[in-house]
C-alpha cells in the first residue's frame, strides 16, 4: 500500500511563501494539484521519476516550485508571491509510469491533503 503524508499547509498573507511537502513510501513520478471550493481539483506541478522534468500550470508557473529528494522519497512545493486565489486544498499524487503528467487520471495515490489559505 503506498503511502502520502502532506505537510506544510497553513494561513499566510498575500505575498509570502509556503513550503509544502509529500513523503512517499517509495520513489515515484510526482504532482500537486489542488481543489477550491466549489471547483474542480485542478493540476499546479509536476516532476519525473528522476526530478529530471517538472511542469507547471500556467496559473502557477514563476511562483511556485516543484522539487525532490529522492534518498527521503520526499517532493517539495515551494509556493512564493501567493493570492488569495491560491487558496484551497492541495494534494499531493504518485503515478506509477516515470513520466511526469498535468492529469488527474492518471495518477495511481493520493495523500489526504493540505489546506492553503491566503489571506490578510
Same mark, same amino acid.
Given at each position: ?6 505537510? #506544510? #499547509? ?15 513510501? #517509495?520513489?515515484?513520478?510526482? #504532482? ?89
Amino acid at each position: 500500500q503506498v503511502q502520502l503524508e502532506e505537510s #506544510g #499547509g497553513g494561513l499566510v498573507q498575500p505575498g509570502g511563501s509556503l513550503r509544502l511537502s509529500c513523503a512517499a513510501s #517509495g520513489r515515484y513520478s510526482m #504532482g500537486w494539484f489542488r481543489q477550491a471550493p466549489g471547483k474542480e481539483r485542478e493540476f499546479v506541478a509536476a516532476s519525473s521519476w528522476s526530478g529530471s522534468t517538472t511542469y507547471y500550470a500556467d496559473s502557477v508557473k514563476g511562483r511556485f516550485t516543484i522539487s525532490r529528494d529522492n534518498a527521503k522519497n520526499t517532493v517539495y512545493l515551494q509556493m512564493n508571491s501567493l493570492k488569495p486565489e491560491d487558496t484551497a486544498v492541495y494534494y499531493c499524487a504518485a503515478r506509477i509510469n516515470r513520466r511526469y503528467s498535468s492529469s488527474l487520471n492518471e495518477y495511481d495515490y493520493w495523500g489526504q491533503g493540505t489546506q492553503v489559505t491566503v489571506s490578510s
